[in-house]
């Protein structure tokens, strides 16, 4: 197959290069930002789907985090696509702070503490009686859903008015530089004619 390695990588090197990119943040950030910027459709719908899928990441349902993303997109009218690409932004990274943020936030909406509530983690009592343990992580997780909420109301406004305006001017700058390229190799046309 084409561009694939001879001899594929073991497990913890895939693991290391999904934690680390062997290229770097730098450029693994510059890869999205162009993947972003030239995805079909409007600053508007784009801006959009990266937001929603940047302001779900701030929610603590991890696994539902590109369905959420999705369907935030689709109500602002987002690019399904870029809310797949924001949800990036909750990652094995970022998840403690952002788990701490909203933990603070949700707490002091709440008026109270939730720290002391941590149950101990036992694999005896989640096969003995899964509803009744899991149920006893709601006083911990209730106050991270409290505090998701106004935080990704300001992540969403945050991306939506910073990627806008990223977009209009890259779009701007972009056919401006397809324009001047288009009448230099129309002038060396006329001239070699």
Request: proline share 5%; aromatic share 18%; hydrophobic share 55%.
């Given at each position: 197959?084409?561009?694939?390695?001879?001899?594929?990588?073991?497990?913890?090197?895939?693991?290391?290069?999904?934690?680390w990119p062997s290229s770097g943040f730098k450029r693994a950030g510059q890869y999205l930002w162009h993947r972003i910027a030239r995805l079909p459709g409007t600053a508007h719908s784009i801006a959009a789907g990266v937001a929603?899928?940047?302001?779900?990441?701030?929610?603590?349902?991890?696994?539902?985090?590109?369905?959420?993303?999705?369907?935030?997109?689709?109500?602002?009218?987002g690019n399904l696509v870029a809310s797949a690409i924001g949800t990036a932004v909750g990652n094995p990274w970022t998840f403690p702070f952002i788990f701490t943020l909203t933990g603070q936030v949700g707490t002091?909406?709440?008026?109270?503490h939730?720290?002391?509530h941590v149950?101990?983690?036992s694999w005896d009592a989640l096969f003995d009686a899964p509803i009744t343990y899991l149920s006893s992580f709601l006083p911990v997780v209730f106050p991270l859903i409290v505090g998701g909420i106004p935080v990704a109301v300001i992540v969403w406004l945050l991306f939506y008015f910073s990627f806008k305006g990223l977009l209009t001017g890259y779009r701007s700058a972009r056919q401006i530089r397809l324009q001047e390229k288009k009448r230099t190799s129309g002038s060396d046309a006329s001239q070699a004619g």
């Open positions: 197959m084409l561009f694939r390695r001879r001899t594929g990588l073991p497990w913890w090197r895939k693991l290391v290069g999904w934690l929603a899928g940047a302001s779900v990441s701030f929610t603590p349902f991890i696994g539902l985090h590109f369905l959420m993303g999705f369907a935030l997109a689709w109500l602002t009218r002091l909406i709440l008026g109270e939730v720290s002391g149950p101990s983690w």
